[in-house]
């Protein structure tokens, strides 16, 4: 089967991401202080922000993959673009309910009408149509053109989602830069806090890279064996 | 000084959400590897049987 073995590099990086997990939640248990209003509910925060860092970065590199798919038109970009797309859809679904588990004792609801939440179902919802779309066209080169259109104007929901918390009024706290003036979440972090947060958003940046690798392996092996049957076929 | 309110439940809660959400995508890619393999040993088989034939 073509592409089976794994690269060495590949196998390091899975090691080196696993052990960053590993880390962080050591960090997460042991290092973290405990906010006093939320108690330790607060420290699923550290997963949440990186599921969905890791969530809006994927659909970024989705887009910039179907910019360079429609300039080169090369296959390959496409594969790279289908993986981005999948695991920032994957990971985005995590943050939004590990965000409804958060909400439900600090809010007393596990889900809120709030611009913050809005923006970013919709942009689930939109990348779920997205696999919908792809699987309707029949036509391989067709079908990537015209996903690659889908993926560079769903990436308009990511910025959307980004700055929903900065510049409306909401009660989800923003931790990083600064929130609109009359915003009802927020809380102050400790530097260690600080700490454990930017360490948790490396290792699912280590991990999101052996994820993207090791899923463009898979397309690729998945095409190959496409091309193969219908070669047989034609025989 | 105000009691730390308990809401543990929700931070196992939310821990299991995220690494079983992690787990189950890594399980799904080890389960499509193992999946196109067995196509991919398929295939080979009934060329095989092609040949043979």
Redesign the interface.
Known sequence: MPGEERPLALRVLWVLALTLIVASLAMVWFYAPMERVMGLVQKVFYFHVAANWLGMLSFIIAALMAVLYLITRDPRWDRLEVAAVEIGWAFSIMGVVSGSVWARPIWNTWWTQDPRLITVTVMVLLYSGYFLFRRAIIDPERRARHSSVYALVAVVTVPLTFLSARIYRTIHPVVVGKSSADAMGGFDMAPEMRLTMFFTLFAFTVLYAAMLWERYRLETAQRALEEEKARLMEV | M?P?????F??Y???F???G??IL??GS?WY??RR??R??ED?AM??RLDDEL
């Open positions: 105000e730390i309110p308990d809401t543990s929700y931070f809660l939310g821990y959400v995220l690494l959400g992690m995508y890594l890619l499509r590897w196109l393999r196509a991919w295939l009934l060329e």
